[in-house]
């Protein structure tokens, strides 16, 4: 299992669009939830900060070591893709977390496999 935790900075600005882009995700969860299957993505949560006058995104997954790298020709991924060249600044690096620890039972394991 792999698990990541990434933050990302949003464009000054665009703090309205990613409301509306939260809110697209709660009301289409289904579609969500049908692209989370195929990239066998257990677990995948945004969380939002605002710090400094700045705006952040950080998001958190669990999946399996074997997911696909892109599911083609899925109307949500492309939203996703859109969302990201829009909103997201690409003059701060990603900063991605180390997990020094993982902790979840043998049996939750278990039934996301």
Known sequence: MRVELTKFRVKPGKSERVDEWFEYMHNHMDDVLLGLE????????????RFDNREYLYWYSVQDDDNPEAIEDAYIDQKHIDFMNECIDKTFR????????????????????
Request: hydrophobic share 40%; charged share 45%; no cysteine.
């Open 94 to 113: 990603p900063d991605d977390m180390e997990a020094e620890v993982m902790m979840m039972p043998e049996k939750v394991r278990d039934v996301m496999k």
């Open 38 to 49: 195929g990239e066998k993505m257990y677990v995948e949560t945004i969380f939002r900060e």
